[in-house]
């Protein structure tokens, strides 16, 4: 089928409507689009469509038929959009192709809603919720002197249904529903009747489907109260939080129907939780092969153990190895607490030769991380990280003996982060706060820390982005109190100040550069994107990491860089010049470092 018409003004909304021709022995329809906008044309062309592919190899009376089943399309197809008194006619031709409808439409006036009725049934009649009724009421999507549009209608009664059903009545339903229409003066009258229901609370929890995993682990995910009253958006976090742990491949949470129609006499019912899970693999390999202009080609395996000794602990065991640093580790995470916050404790031991450095640890830690909102809505989260390491330090710099260092450190890092997408920010801001605190355990020389790192993205036009960054830290102590190799300062390289080494710029121990106490960087940055995936950006970094603040000799690099999105983060490939070493250096990183 196809449309063709009346007048060459109309061209480009006919084409714009539709272009199909039918086989032949199918009439070829001729609708005159005189005031008809693009999304009724559609309407009227999915309408008849139907019916035309019958019309083909039919006899003459049932041709007929066909032709009146064809004019009653388009009639109905037009209520749908409004219109329940408009003027179709339908004339039959022919010409070379065979049989031809010319289809002539004047739609009349669009329907008016003329009142509105929205009942309500059950324990939703209780004085306790007359606002929210009046709230239901106030938003329905429908209101008077609103154009009476079919899919208008469907998603106002759902809305209004599910407004009722996502908080203490899980067992609503619609008992009725009807929209009385009047032709003559393009008027509808609608009238709706929820049944809510009794109210309903949570009973007990009841778990289907665990073959490895204890139900305790469920517990720790799903926690309530029997008797709390039931919402909707609740189920749907306990099924994400469970779905997304690595014990469950997929998880349904619901609350467990009663049978009979009697419940619905009731003022309140508690509902069992059912919880229905499909557990994961018991176990996995994973291993990864990367390289960056720090440490060269990057090789890492990682083993995990989703349960542990019958326990809901995940077990993870791997080793990693670039030119610069190899190390291996065994931690264990154990199920959230009640808070929403995760434990997890481990060994570890690794080795670096950084910068004429050579450090060889054994560790022994505990971590404990939460990620929360304070409003559910807000796109503003946060995340909050307490620690504890029991570390021994073999150091060898050059030309200096090796020593050993044993050390004990508690920090707590708390991060605020307000951004439109954490993996390719483009909009918004982040702060991080660290603090720490340590002793020797030699000699019982304490020491501390504390560091301030913000950044802010800005959009510019359609897709380009421009963002500054800053961070400062501090250690504090006696000069002459030793610190562990990771608690000091050493800045320089790809995500520091671009244009020079990796680490460069420390305090300097005869051909070594070490961790130092003070530590000053800013960067801006634009990125120009030429469409969703590739871009180029220029940047300026400055900044330094020196005994003190008053001992800084800032030092500078720019440049120039191309940018391309993956779904880890963009890749940037970065050319930059080092003010201080007049030399150009390439970097390449991949995701954003926070």
């Not at 919402?231 to 997929?250: I, K, P, V």
């Not at 301030?452 to 380009?464: A, E, N």
């Not at 250690?475 to 990771?486: F, W, Y």
């Amino acid at each position: 089928m196809y449309f063709k018409a009346r007048h060459a003004t109309f061209l480009p909304l006919i084409l714009f409507a539709t272009s199909v021709v039918f086989a032949a022995g199918k009439p070829e329809v001729v609708i005159d689009p005189s005031g008809l906008s693009p999304e009724i044309l559609k309407t009227v062309n999915d309408g008849i469509s139907a019916v035309v592919r019958l019309a083909d190899d039919q006899d003459g009376g049932e041709a007929e038929r066909i032709r009146s089943r064809g004019r009653d399309a388009v009639i109905s197809a037009l209520a749908t959009q409004g219109y329940f008194s408009p003027k179709v006619t339908l004339e039959v031709g022919e010409d070379v192709g065979g049989e031809t409808w010319d289809i002539y439409i004047e739609l009349g006036k669009v329907a008016k809603v003329a009142s509105v009725e929205n009942r309500f049934a059950g324990s939703i009649i209780g004085a306790q919720y007359a606002q929210r009724v009046a709230s239901l009421k106030k938003n329905w999507g429908l209101p008077v002197d609103a154009d009476f549009i079919n899919a208008r209608w469907s998603s106002s009664k759902s809305a209004l249904l599910d407004g009722v059903m996502g908080r203490d009545f899980y067992l609503a339903r619609m008992t009725h529903s009807q929209a009385v229409v009047n032709p003559e003066t393009s008027t509808v009258n609608t009238v709706t009747e929820v049944d809510s229901g009794p109210a309903v609370t949570l009973g007990n929890i009841e778990v289907i489907g665990l073959r490895r995993v204890p139900e305790s682990l469920v517990r720790r995910y799903i926690r309530y109260k029997p008797g709390d009253p039931y919402t909707q958006e609740q189920l749907d976090d306990w099924q994400q939080a469970l779905q997304s742990t690595n014990f469950f491949r997929g998880a349904f949470v619901s609350l467990k129907t009663p049978e009979g129609s009697d419940v619905y006499n009731r003022e309140q019912v508690e509902l069992p939780v059912s919880v229905r899970v499909t557990e994961g693999p018991a176990s996995s390999v994973a291993g990864s092969l990367g390289v960056d202009d720090i440490s060269g080609i990057r090789i890492e395996g990682l083993y995990t153990k989703n349960v542990v000794w019958g326990l809901p602990v995940i077990m993870e065991a791997g080793a990693g190895a670039d030119f610069k640093s190899q190390r291996a580790f065994l931690d264990f995470t154990l199920p959230p607490n009640y808070d929403g916050s995760r434990d997890s404790f481990g060994v570890m031991a690794r080795h670096s030769d950084i910068q004429n450095e050579e450090v060889t640890r054994f560790g022994l830690g505990w971590k404990r991380k939460r990620e929360f909102k304070l409003d559910p809505e807000s796109r503003v989260d946060y995340e909050s990280n307490w620690g504890v390491l029991v570390a021994y330090d073999s150091i060898k710099r050059e030309n200096e003996a090796r020593y050993s260092l044993p050390t004990v450190v508690g920090t707590w890092d708390f991060l605020r982060r307000d951004i439109n997408d954490r993996y390719d920010p483009r909009d918004g801001n982040l702060i991080a706060l660290g603090l720490g605190a340590g002793m020797t355990l030699n000699k019982q020389q304490t020491f501390g820390r504390v560091s301030l790192r913000v950044q802010k993205w800005w959009p510019v036009g359609k897709r380009d982005v421009f963002t500054l960054r800053a961070e400062a830290g501090q250690v504090v102590g006696s000069k002459n109190t030793p610190i562990p190799d990771d608690f000091g300062y050493r800045t320089g390289g790809a995500r520091s100040i671009r244009g020079y080494r990796y680490n460069k710029f420390g305090r300097d121990t005869g051909n070594a550069v070490v961790g130092t106490r003070s530590l000053g960087v800013v960067g801006a940055q634009y990125m120009h994107y030429f469409d969703d995936r590739f871009g180029m950006s220029v940047f300026l970094d400055a900044g330094d990491a020196a005994p003190s603040f008053r001992e800084m000799k800032i030092a500078v690099g720019y440049g120039v860089g191309a940018i391309v999105k993956t779904p880890a983060g963009p890749l940037s490939l970065d050319l930059a010049w080092g003010q201080r070493d007049r030399k150009l250096r390439l970097h390449f990183s991949l995701g954003v470092a926070f």
